[in-house]
Nanobody
């Protein structure tokens, strides 16, 4: 079973930058899709960015042009670089993985890392 551990959250001023990291317990070569979701207080969890096989990246409209998802295969780590941050980016950010386990797909979530953007 894949385990994910996020880090890099914290307090940042509006307009600032932050980079989140997600370390996988399994080789990310074996993972079909990795990504980041976020959940703001009182709101549903929403997609931020995903990276599928072949480096096919997808971003939510709210972060396009401000966020970049990338990976370091040697470190089994996926990153989310966030720039020009806004107070509405404040949320708990979760790392996500979808992978083939036997003949079925499974999902894994990290414990979340809190990002707070002050105005």
């Amino acid at each position: 079973q894949v385990q994910l551990v996020e880090s890099g959250g914290g307090l940042v001023q509006a307009g600032g930058s932050l980079r989140l990291s997600c370390v996988s317990s399994a080789s990310i070569f074996s993972i079909n899709t990795m990504g980041w979701y976020r959940q703001a207080p009182g709101k549903q969890r929403e997609l931020v960015a995903t990276m599928a096989g072949g480096d096919i990246n997808h971003y939510a409209d709210s972060v396009k042009g401000r966020c970049t998802i990338s990976r370091d295969n040697a470190k089994n780590t996926v990153y989310l670089q966030m720039n020009s941050m806004k107070p509405e980016d404040t949320a708990v950010y979760y790392c996500y993985a979808r992978y083939l386990s036997g003949l079925r797909y499974s999902e894994a979530w990290g414990q979340g890392t809190l990002v707070t953007v002050s105005s």
